[in-house]
């Protein structure tokens, strides 16, 4: 039988940054190749234990995506749609995105527009984003909205 790490307790309150960053850590490690992951913490910041990868994901988020019950809108707005309705369902309280990607620690153009891009489709959404993070080859590194305030 394996012990479980009691750094990843479901139970464990990450509202501290830097708690939220060692479980991201301790879960994802380093870079494998470009996705972004999806995380989830319910209202009192515990996680949910759900962490989902999504990869091939558009280069630009503003692209324009057809939608059936909106017609066109971009690939930013009609992900935070989704993640309004985990929202509304129950099954998150607050999202945690992570960018993905091969290389060093420091902020290329992709992660940060794309960081701003879903800063203000969760805020027009109504999306609790809790944080942004980099997952590159060593770890990872939070990604706050000075970061990407350029890229808005």
Do not use: K
């Not at 009609?78 to 290389?103: F, N, S």
């Amino acid at each position: 039988m394996t012990d479980i790490d009691p750094r990843l307790d479901l139970d464990r309150v990450l509202a501290r940054d830097e708690d939220l960053e060692e479980v991201l850590t301790l879960l994802l490690r380093n870079a494998i190749h470009r996705q972004m992951w999806l995380f989830f913490l319910d209202d009192q910041d515990r996680a949910t234990g759900v962490i989902a990868p999504c990869d091939d994901y558009p280069l630009d988020p503003h692209g324009r995506v057809s939608t059936s019950d909106r017609g066109g809108t971009t690939f930013a707005a009609a992900l935070c749609r989704t993640l309004r309705a985990l929202v509304d369902d129950g099954a998150a309280g607050r999202v945690v995105l992570i960018w993905e990607r091969r290389g060093s620690e420091v902020f290329t153009p992709d992660e940060l527009g794309w960081a701003g891009a879903m800063a203000d489709a969760c805020r027009d959404a109504h999306v609790p984003l809790r944080a942004q993070f980099l997952l590159h080859d060593a770890g990872v590194r939070m990604l706050t909205p000075d970061d990407y305030a350029a890229f808005r």
